[in-house]
């Protein structure tokens, strides 16, 4: 039989299977599918591509964390307008916010929607800070995040604080007047600090000036970067699970796109939208051009400093501004490193017993603060009980030393009545929470003229 041709015969098998895998090329994505592929790969930047079930619960994270990013981004974004219409010097600063009210296209609206956004994202970092405590968050590996978000609540007041001088009016004036003035209760250096921050001996235009420049430049460039690796932390670390007590956590995941998005971005309309809604019929507070002539009465520091204004009314400086601030935010930073006795990662409140013994301690906590300022403003009298003593003793060393044993004491009791070390600690840090809310609403609510105790601040 004859050979076949060349033009007839089958090609090799080689070519065969070659020819066989060969695809026909996709055609190329439309804008539209092109911008698609750009979100998702933004989206799976910022999260991983999946994510358990039980942390798409409202109830466990209440979405604080996604919060702060809005509201970080909400404040920049109005920033950045608001620094055509400023002017940061104080013959031009108050104009610039009657400017911004009487001639500014919407600029009275982007003004209170950047004062209240800064408002809460102090409340909503404290907030994210306790649900982070009280789920024990902060459990193995994640001790160092915790720090990095204690730095980030710190970060946040003073972006807050700096930006609270900028509309030189006599609100602000004189609130950055006595909150730099607690600067100059640390010992050796505090005179110091305060002329670098003031720009000299008072508030005035190098102050504006320095605050300006930390206002939107350097704290926001330092959120910026701890947030973003706060993130990344939180990535690799993983968050905790919810999960009930004695019960191992579900850890059943669904992908981020869409069960995560879409919860993120509702969240988000809803919250711009409150936001929106509270800035355009509530105003940002705005008083009189700053007078350094003329001191209100009383003079009060802002509402987030308020509480340790209020530690000074019962403690000498040293230990009001500086001693008692200076050991709490040690021992804040200090929590996720001390032993751990119980596994409660998830858990909220630790354990069953846990709950009560927080509900109880904050509600002692109130109540015992309440009842000392009452006590320190009609009945103790320290220095005149002792007046053969230095102030810094007297009205320093003892009540100092009576506040540790209380807590100490405190502590040994949750001990005897069957707490962990991780529930007795709990309960002493919601009794310290509840003492310095306490002060922080005595300080705005019952202060009145002099500083003198009050009802409703009349």
Not at 237 to 242: F, G, K, N, Q, V
Not at 247 to 274: F, G, N, Q
Not at 302 to 330: K, N, R, V
Request: proline share 7%; glycine share 8%.
């Amino acid at each position: 039989m004859a050979n076949p041709t060349p033009s007839t015969a089958s090609p090799p098998v080689a070519e065969r299977l070659r020819r066989s895998v060969v695809r026909t090329p996709l055609p190329p994505p439309d804008d539209r599918g092109r911008m698609k592929l750009v979100m998702d790969s933004l989206v799976l930047h910022l999260h991983p591509a999946k994510v358990a079930r039980p942390a798409l619960k409202l109830t466990y994270t209440f979405g604080l964390g996604g919060l702060l990013i809005l509201l970080f981004l909400t404040l920049v974004s109005t920033g950045v307008l608001l620094l055509f219409a400023y002017t940061p010097s104080p013959d031009a600063a108050y104009q610039s916010m009657i400017a911004l009210q009487t001639q500014v296209n919407f600029g009275n609206l982007i003004r209170n929607l950047h004062h209240w956004s800064a408002n809460l994202m102090v409340v909503v970092a404290l907030l994210h800070l306790l649900r982070v405590f009280y789920t024990s968050g902060f459990a193995p590996p994640r001790e160092f995040n915790w720090v990095i978000g204690v730095s980030l609540l710190l970060l946040v007041v003073a972006a807050n604080f700096t930006g609270y001088l900028l509309p030189w009016d006599q609100l602000a004036y004189w609130a950055i007047t006595v909150g730099t003035s607690l600067l100059g209760y640390v010992p050796v250096v505090g005179d110091t600090l305060t002329r670098l921050l003031l720009g000299g001996p008072e508030v005035g235009a190098a102050t504006l000036t320095n605050f300006y420049a930390l206002h939107i430049a350097i704290i926001p460039l330092a959120i910026a970067a701890l947030v973003s690796f706060h993130i990344w932390r939180v990535r690799k670390d993983r968050i905790t699970l919810p999960r009930e007590v004695d019960r191992p956590p579900d850890k059943t995941r669904v992908t981020t796109i869409p069960h995560l998005v879409s919860i993120e971005l509702v969240y988000a309309l809803v919250w711009l939208a409150l936001l929106v809604g509270w800035a355009s019929f509530v105003n940002a507070p705005l008083e009189e051009a700053a007078n350094p002539a003329h001191s209100p009465n009383p003079a009060k520091a802002a509402w987030y400093f308020m509480g340790l204004q209020e530690l000074l009314m019962h403690f000498h400086p040293l230990f009001g501004a500086i001693i008692i601030p200076g050991l709490g935010l040690l021992g804040l930073l200090s929590i996720p490193y001390l032993q751990q006795d119980m596994e409660s990662a998830g858990v909220w409140f630790r354990s069953r017993r846990g709950r009560w013994m927080a509900g109880a301690s904050f509600l002692l906590g109130v109540a015992a603060t309440f009842g000392w300022v009452l006590a320190d403003e009609y009945w103790l009298d320290w220095p005149g009980w002792l007046p053969f003593l230095p102030s810094f003793v007297s009205n320093g060393w003892i009540p100092f030393a009576l506040l540790l044993l209380v807590l100490m004491g405190y502590y040994e009791l949750a001990k005897k009545l069957g707490h962990t070390d991780c529930e007795a600690r709990q309960a002493l840090f919601t009794f310290l929470l509840a003492a310095f809310v306490t002060l922080t609403v005595i300080g705005i609510f019952f202060r009145g003229e002099g500083m003198a105790l009050t009802l409703l601040g009349r």
